[in-house]
């Protein structure tokens, strides 16, 4: 009914221009919100001496493929554990930590039963551990330098990221990884404020760590894996 009246009321000539209208200050705004994403998280961009080396891979399940198997291993914010599934398939962990179902430690009592029903096997065997809670506290917990590699998916924002990283850079081997999806950059993660791209980068630089594998998709959320450069 409004739609009918509007075009009944309002001349075609005008109707175009208000769309025009419309169509530039949602150009502008965007813009805006790009430009204030800059400037609060300046780009970091990294030399050819931190991916020297770079394996590019087709997707996430060939990352996996890629990693130490039998190893020592943690995920951080394992959900429903679909991922951690693929995490002990491919790589058969010798031990897997599930550290905190979420960012925050707020789960559902369901979400928690099926995780620990979905491995209820191999927690019993000793193979998977389940630490429920916020997963940056449980990650704190884990002793210095006794993991082989480490998952990282929920976290989006550059704070957050920031804190992963210096946290993970104490918790994994010399020759250890830090592995995770989201390394990404476009108008979506703009939009979510990610921060990704440029914690990983600015962490790399600060820490002489490289970029060693990253994934191709289509869809363009890639996953990486940084770890330490040769001293």
Not at 55 to 68: E, G, H, I, S, W
Not at 73 to 95: C, H, M, N, Y
Not at 98 to 106: E, R
Not at 161 to 187: D, P
């Amino acid at each position: 009914m409004k739609q009918a009246l509007y075009r009944i009321l309002i001349p075609k000539s005008w109707r175009e221009r208000i769309y025009q209208a419309n169509i530039q200050r949602y150009e502008a705004s965007r813009q805006a919100s790009w430009q204030l994403a800059d400037e609060l998280i300046p780009a970091t961009e990294l030399s050819s001496v931190f991916i020297a080396g770079l394996q590019v891979v087709t997707d996430r399940n060939a990352l996996l493929k890629l990693m130490p198997k039998c190893s020592v291993v943690a995920e951080l914010g394992a959900g429903r554990g679909d991922f951690s599934w693929q995490i002990l398939s491919i790589t058969k962990p010798k031990k897997l930590h599930l550290l905190g179902i979420s960012s925050d430690g707020l789960y559902s009592e369901s979400q928690a039963w099926l995780l620990e029903n979905k491995f209820r096997a191999e927690v019993n065997a000793g193979q998977i551990i389940i630490n429920h809670g916020a997963a940056i506290k449980m990650l704190k917990a884990v002793s210095d330098a006794s993991l082989d590699w480490i998952y990282v998916d929920f976290v989006h924002s550059f704070d957050e990221m920031t804190t992963i990283l210096e946290t993970c850079e104490m918790k994994v081997k010399e020759n250890g990884f830090i592995v995770g999806r989201n390394y990404i950059n476009r108008y979506v993660a703009v939009r979510e404020e990610f921060g990704v791209v440029e914690a990983i980068n600015a962490f790399c630089k600060r820490s002489r760590w490289k970029m060693a594998y990253l994934t191709h998709e289509a869809h363009r959320n890639l996953s990486y894996a940084i770890r330490r450069m040769q001293r």
